[in-house]
C-alpha cells in the first residue's frame, strides 16, 4: 500500500510539474510574468503531491530508491505527455 500511495503521487507531482513547465508554450501570446505566476501556481500542487510522496515512501523505499522511481514515473509521464500534445 505504501508503494501504490507513493508512485500514484509522484505521478500526480509529475503531471502538475508537466503543465507548469510545459503548459505556457501553448499561451506563447500572454506575458512571460503572466506565464511565470502561473507556472508557479501550479508548481505548488506539484510539492503538495511530491513532499507526501517521499515522506510516505521512505518507510518503504530508500532515497535513492525515491529518486530512481521519481525519474522512471517522469519519463513515463513525459512520453503521454508528449504523445497527447
Do not use: D
Not at 508503494?3 to 503531471?15: D, E, M, P, W
Not at 505548488?44 to 510522496?53: D, G, I, W
Request: include cysteine.
Amino acid at each position: 500500500m505504501i508503494a501504490f500511495k507513493t508512485i500514484s503521487l509522484l505521478l500526480l507531482s509529475n503531471i502538475f510539474m508537466l503543465f507548469a513547465w510545459y503548459g505556457h508554450l501553448k499561451f506563447k501570446n500572454q506575458s512571460i510574468w503572466i506565464a511565470i505566476v502561473v507556472s508557479w501556481g501550479i508548481a505548488f500542487f506539484e510539492y503538495c503531491a511530491h513532499v507526501p510522496a517521499n515522506r510516505i515512501g521512505h518507510e518503504f523505499f530508500t532515497a535513492p530508491q525515491l529518486k530512481m522511481l521519481q525519474e522512471v514515473i517522469t519519463f513515463f509521464a513525459f512520453t503521454i505527455f508528449s504523445i497527447l500534445s
